[in-house]
Every structure is written in structure tokens, then in C-alpha cells.
């Protein structure tokens, strides 16, 4: 079956610009991530929804970062305002529900790099 | 403060040796520790999951090991292959239900 996607693959934008990644999860999965990585390093946490309940958005680094999950399906991650120091992988993952006892299906990424 | 380290030096072992790799946490409690693989330009992958309660898991050439007391997870990986060659990620799964990574280590196994 169909795994997560994610698009754009690559996004190159300007300083300052607005920019909205999208994940698709594999459907059934109530539990939604985003996750951060820059390069060399480990997975950074920015949030996460599961099902109807409001969502977990302690990782966000910024107000500039936001992100929706529309009819517990599809999310679009923004990011306004871009800064150099955004420039990283973007990774999605969704389960079936939140908790550790559920293995977390990963997406390709966007890579987003800001010039 | 809170965290899990990984070795973040390559690791670089023969085809056919045992890798060990590290996951060591401070001011956490988790009940589920998960491993995960990164190949480069990829999402990573899951592996394994165990339970504060198990000490010891086993999936084909892998096996993980979780001490609560010495707060800490080996991940080994008996009859490497070059194949094998990827990252390894450790999770811990934490009260709120996210889970939080490691860094990482590499693992690199030559022919």
C-alpha cells in the first residue's frame, strides 16, 4: 500500500518568503508528526496531531512555524518569513496512534533550503 | 536536563562481526525505547520496539537490550553485512506519547 508522501521533494526559496510543505500519512493513521533535521544531526520534534485532539506543538522553534491537519487527513506545515536558519530536512511520520507503543512510518522529506 | 546520547563517531566494522551500537538517557523514564535506520536521502525506518519490562528483543540478526537501571539500550547487529551500512536512530517514547531521537550513529561495515 501507499506509504507517507511528502511534497515537494526540494524547495529553494528566498529569505524572508512564506513556504508550506505538505504530508500525506497513510490513511487510517490518527497520529500525524513533523519532525526537523539538519545535517549530521538527529530528528528534532516540531509537532504532532492525533485524531480530533488539539495538537502537541511544544517543538515548534518559533511562532514563524505553524501547521494545520485538515479532516484528520493531510498537513501543510508554514513557515513564514523564512531565515537561513531553516534550511533543513522537513520529515513527516504518521502511526496509527500516538504513544511509543506505535512504530512511526516515515515520509521521504523536503529539503528546504533558504539563499 | 534531559538526554539521550548516541556515539557520534562512525562506527566501522568488518563484514561478518557483531556491531554494538549505544543509547544512553539521563532525567528520562521511558516505557518504550524504539530503534530506528536512516539510509541517506531517506525517512528513517522502524526496527524494533521493547518495553521498560523486557530487557532483551530479537528480530532476526538484530537484538536490543534496554536497562532502566542503567539507563541504557545496546543495539547489536550479529553477522554484519555491508548492506547493514546506514544510520541508527534510538527513540524514547515519553509521557506526552511523542517520541524524542537520538543524534544518531553511523555504522559503516566494509567488505
Known amino acids: 500500500g501507499a506509504g507517507v508522501s511528502q511534497s515537494p521533494s526540494n524547495k529553494v526559496t528566498e529569505k524572508g518568503k512564506d513556504v508550506e510543505l505538505r504530508c500525506d500519512p497513510i490513511s487510517g493513521h490518527t497520529a500525524l508528526y513533523w519532525y526537523r533535521q539538519s545535517l549530521g544531526q538527529g530528528l528534532e520534534f516540531l509537532i504532532y496531531?492525533?485524531?480530533?485532539?488539539?495538537?502537541?506543538k511544544s517543538g515548534l522553534p518559533s511562532d514563524r512555524f505553524s501547521a494545520e491537519r485538515t479532516g484528520g487527513s493531510v498537513s501543510t506545515l508554514t513557515i513564514q518569513r523564512t531565515q537561513q536558519e531553516d534550511s533543513a530536512v522537513y520529515l513527516c511520520a504518521s502511526s496509527k496512534r500516538v504513544g511509543g507503543l506505535h512504530e512511526q512510518y516515515f515520509g521521504p522529506g523536503t529539503r528546504l533550503t533558504v539563499t | 536536563s534531559q538526554k539521550i546520547e548516541q556515539n557520534s563517531e562512525a562506527l566501522n566494522i568488518q563484514e561478518g562481526k557483531t556491531a554494538t551500537l549505544t543509547c544512553n538517557y539521563t532525567n528520562y523514564s521511558p516505557a518504550y525505547l524504539q530503534w530506528y535506520r536512516q539510509d541517506p536521502g531517506r525517512g528513517p525506518v522502524f526496527l524494533l520496539l521493547?518495553?521498560?519490562?523486557?530487557k532483551e528483543k530479537r528480530k532476526e540478526r538484530l537484538k536490543v537490550t534496554f536497562d532502566t537501571t542503567l539507563k541504557q539500550s545496546l543495539f547489536h547487529i550479529t553477522a554484519s553485512q555491508p548492506a547493514d551500512s546506514a544510520t541508527y536512530l534510538c527513540?524514547?517514547?515519553?509521557?506526552?506519547?511523542?517520541?524524542?531521537f537520538g543524534q544518531g550513529t553511523t555504522l559503516q561495515v566494509k567488505p
Open positions: 496531531f492525533q485524531g480530533n485532539s488539539a495538537p502537541d
Open positions: 521493547i518495553r521498560e519490562n523486557e
Open positions: 527513540a524514547l517514547a515519553v509521557a506526552t506519547g511523542k517520541l524524542i
